[in-house]
């Protein structure tokens, strides 16, 4: 067990490696990783809540000895991206299930707590609809973007940067580490501009600029940048960016490891009607002959652009992954599988 303190009462922080077989984990969910190559399988347990001492009874509990071998085996991974910054970009199901957000929440405090880099960037795109539905304001989209009036806009503003953003940091500092919430407003992070077709979708906008030196000690200090997709253009006026943009320019300009899109499908399919054709790895070239094939239509263009463009601007790798499974973040960064489709330079 691993605690980590602050000057507040104290919080329990905990991460435990276990036997694969599920009948010795009673309340952890068991993460498995099956590895590519010719690597031993690897479970990793976790369990990282504000709560009560745990049960002393260890009666199905694995010996000590089998949790060292275990964590010596996970070595690998930490080494190759401890110190390494890795940008993840939260929407979709994970938003919205009180169970993935949790398993979201554990995966970026263990990450933290092994020497990982993390930042967060989110949307709220259900939240919003909800909050509007509230006000008896019609949601209104074009090519799967919102259009966005004044009115609309200072919603979005409210409810991503003042609720959304909120609940993330007390999430995280709640589950151990230290969250700090920002959006593209704070310190100029981001300086918005409007998108070219600004007449039909309103304040709905694109990045023009990244100023990372206000993210720079927060991460050097351990603390977990929690960021709205919302922004100012040069004259003060607030614009709603989307959030996969957001992740890849952040994560471009601050020469990121890794940018990580958490979604609501298994990744990109080389069959779109066949959730078994599930494409692990593939290279620029490769993405961009598969859209030039119809093979990646929809709203996974846009997806898949934002890491093409994130990798030409120096992210080592871009994965495109399933937010709906449980710790996908870990399955991702800590086994040779992954959980979901990486696209490589």
Do not use: W
Not at 172 to 188: E, F, K, Q, Y
């Amino acid at each position: 067990m691993a605690t980590v303190t602050t000057n507040a009462p104290p919080k329990s922080f905990s991460f435990s490696v276990s036997n694969p077989l599920k009948h010795l984990i009673t309340n952890s969910p068991s993460l498995c990783f099956p590895h590519r190559k010719k690597h031993q399988r690897l479970c990793l347990s976790i369990n990282a809540a504000v709560s009560s001492p745990p049960s002393t009874d260890t009666r199905n509990a694995p010996s000590p000895d089998y949790r060292v071998e275990i964590l010596s085996e996970s070595l690998p991974f930490i080494q190759k991206f401890r110190g390494k910054t890795i940008v993840v970009k939260y929407g979709g199901a994970a938003m919205t299930s009180p169970e993935l957000k949790a398993s979201v929440v554990s995966d970026l405090v263990l990450l933290a707590c092994v020497g990982l880099r993390p930042i967060l960037v989110h949307g709220g795109g259900p939240d919003i609809n909800h909050y509007l539905k509230q006000l008896n304001i019609p949601a209104e989209f074009r090519d799967g973007l919102r259009v966005t009036d004044a009115t609309t806009m200072e919603i979005v503003s409210m409810v991503l940067v003042g609720k959304v953003n909120k609940n993330l940091v007390s999430l995280i500092n709640a589950a151990g580490a230290t969250a700090v919430g920002l959006s593209g407003h704070d310190g100029r992070l981001l300086t918005a501009r409007p998108v070219p077709n600004s007449a039909q979708l309103g304040f709905v906008g694109e990045v023009a600029r990244v100023d990372p030196n206000v993210l720079r000690p927060l991460v050097d200090y351990g603390y977990i940048p929690v960021i709205a997709s919302v922004a100012a253009d040069e004259a003060g006026q607030a614009y709603n960016i989307n959030a996969d943009t957001v992740a890849g320019e952040l994560a471009a300009a601050l020469g990121a490891e890794k940018l990580i899109l958490l979604t609501d499908v298994a990744g990109i399919l080389e069959d779109k009607d066949d959730p078994s054709s599930l494409v692990k790895e593939i290279d620029i070239k490769g993405v961009k002959k598969m859209i030039g094939d119809g093979k990646v239509a929809g709203g996974m263009i846009p997806k898949v652009k934002c890491c093409i463009r994130s990798l030409a601007q120096g992210v080592k790798t871009a994965s495109i992954i399933d937010g709906r499974r449980q710790h996908s973040l870990l399955h991702e960064i800590m086994s040779d599988e992954g959980a979901g489709t990486m696209i490589t330079g």
